[in-house]
């Protein structure tokens, strides 16, 4: 008897779209919609995990790619998996490593943005990622030397490393790429599904006595609709747990999108949006059937001295906050912002403290998972509209 299950709690109107819920993982439950940040390497970046569950975070991502590049999958499942290595004890996800294996293609240190228009190849920087029908080849970033990735290679990394929820391995392409090749990778996607989903079960039933693992089916198609709906449909009639959403998004079409999937898709499996964690795209995830996302931004742009408020974002190294003492978000309960102020995280980036970085990523961390959390209960309690709209009448008052 798996002990994975996603169980609806409460929705607003169709249950496919605006929801609440529980899934239930061998280390714990997430309720959800809610925020799963990002430790790329089994590490939140500039955070302890104690720091992260008295942020009261549910559940932490981890990439695969980064993983079996460094210290190695085997490395991980020796120390207990991803959980135990980690000492997090909580619930886990990991992505399959297609996202980093493939953006290699495009350069690397270039981020493949999800949500915007940049430009996907990277200047000065040279093609690292090949493509067959059977898997990738690509150079590590670290050393050069070259890899294959197999979907059968993808999962043989995650079961080792031991997450709650794991995703099939898929090829992401590029809004730069032809309507013909996003018909002909979807095609391969779908071939690589099947082939995960076997060989994931397969990896389950050799080795029974480990806690299982959800696998959820990952969904691309860009943004056309068509290849949008033909994924959903496709891989919602497979035994995967639940399903990720990913690859290239217009992000004016970021709404369209998820909800042409979560049209076709199972209603009782959960819905990960891969890669997202802006506010409007949150709320309008949310909006379209989205139970759990994920993002490095809130760290990512933290060390770039990114604060977020409910008044919107500012940047602290700016010379403007030299002293100013105030919190960083003025009536902001999180522990950074309850004993530091602005003038004081200001000079630690001005003098390249580390403890910048730290403060920073946890006031962001805590922001948007309490932006999530205030989005649960809204629906809970049945308030959602007005709680969207009193968010964007503060956060996007100027843009708005
Ligand atoms: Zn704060």
């Known amino acids: 008897m798996p002990s994975f299950s996603y169980t609806i709690t409460a929705a607003t109107g169709d249950p496919r779209f605006l929801r609440a819920g529980i899934i239930r993982t061998p280390h714990g439950d997430i309720e959800t919609p809610t925020f799963v940040p990002v430790g790329t390497k089994a590490a939140m970046k500039a955070l302890t995990v104690d720091m992260m569950r008295d942020l009261r ?21 020796k120390a207990g998996g991803l959980s135990e290595f980690m000492a ?62 197999t979907p059968e290679v993808s999962m043989e990394i995650q079961h080792a490393l031991g997450a709650d929820i794991c995703f099939a391995f898929d090829e992401l392409t590029s809004l730069a790429d032809t309507p013909d090749y996003h018909y002909e990778a979807l095609e ?22 480990k806690p299982y693992q959800a696998l959820f089916g990952v969904m691309q198609g860009a943004n056309i609709e068509s290849l949008r709906r033909k994924t959903a449909k496709y891989l919602g009639g497979m035994e995967f747990d639940g399903f990720g959403i990913g690859g290239a998004i217009e992000k004016r079409l970021l709404g369209d999108i998820v909800r042409w999937t979560t ?46 408020t ?22 902001c309960q999180c522990l ?59 956060f996007y008052r100027s843009s708005a």
């Open 57 to 77: 975070a549910q559940a932490i991502l981890a990439n695969a790619y980064h993983l079996y590049i460094q210290p190695g999958h085997k490395l991980v499942e």
């Open 88 to 149: 997090w004890h909580g619930p886990t996800f990991t992505d399959s490593g297609g996202f980093q294996v493939l953006s290699l293609g495009s350069g690397y240190k270039k981020v493949v943005s999800m949500v915007s228009d940049e430009a996907v190849i990277a200047e000065k920087s040279t093609r690292r990622a090949f493509v067959d029908d059977d898997g990738v080849n690509f150079k590590s970033h670290r050393d050069g030397t070259m890899h294959r990735f």
């Open 188 to 209: 391969r996607t779908h071939r690589w599904a099947v082939r995960s989903l076997r060989h994931f079960r397969k990896l389950q039933s050799q080795n029974p006595a």
């Open 263 to 308: 049209e076709e898709l199972p209603i009782d499996k959960p819905k990960h949006l891969l890669g997202i964690s802006a506010p409007n795209d949150i709320f309008e995830g949310v909006e379209a059937g989205i139970d759990t996302f994920d993002c490095v931004a809130p760290t990512r742009e933290a060390r770039n001295g990114a604060i977020y």
């Open 310 to 331: 409910g008044d919107g974002r500012y940047n602290l190294k700016n010379i403007c906050y030299r002293e100013d003492f105030t919190p960083l978000e003025q009536g």
């Open 336 to 394: 950074v912002c309850q004993t530091y102020t602005k003038a004081y995280v200001h000079h630690l980036f001005r003098s390249k403290e580390i403890l910048a970085a730290t403060l920073t990523s946890y006031h962001n961390e805590y922001f948007t998972l309490r932006l999530v959390d205030g989005i649960r209960e809204a629906i809970k309690a049945n308030t959602f509209e007005a709680y969207k709209k009193d968010f964007y009448k503060r």
